[in-house]
């Protein structure tokens, strides 16, 4: 059983930062990627960052620059520290894994976290 427990999110002021965590445990093999999602209300899962195996990131457009996504394999972690905070980017942040056998779709998910920019 393959359990993602996420922390770190919250309110926060636009401009603030705040620093999400994911730690996974249970029997995980083959990790191709970790990452993060988010679902604003009434839109579509949208992916927001993720570092492979091999360290390689990506971003999503709106996110660069501002957001850093960063991994401990050691403790199967992964973490995305997001600074200058928008209203926009006000959702609910799911942690993932992919497989090598299920890249670049996720495996697993995380519950959620709420993040939550005023203006």
């Known amino acids: 059983q393959v359990q993602l427990v996420e922390s770190g999110g919250g309110l926060v002021q636009a401009g603030g930062s705040l620093k999400l965590s994911c730690a996974a445990s249970?029997?995980?093999?083959?990790?191709?990627?970790m990452g993060w999602y988010r679902q604003a209300p009434e839109k579509q899962r949208e992916l927001v960052a993720r570092?492979?195996?091999?360290?390689?990131?990506n971003y999503e457009d709106s996110v660069k620059g501002r957001f850093t996504i960063s991994r401990d394999n050691a403790k199967n972690t992964v973490y995305l520290q997001m600074n200058s905070l928008k209203p926009e980017d006000t959702a609910v942040y799911y942690c993932?894994?992919?497989?090598?056998?299920?890249?670049?779709?996720?495996?697993?998910w995380g519950q959620g976290t709420q993040v939550t920019v005023s203006s």
């Open positions: 993932y894994i992919s497989t090598v056998v299920t890249m670049p779709r996720p495996a697993y």
């Open positions: 249970g029997s995980i093999f083959s990790i191709y990627a």
């Open positions: 570092v492979t195996s091999s360290g390689s990131t």
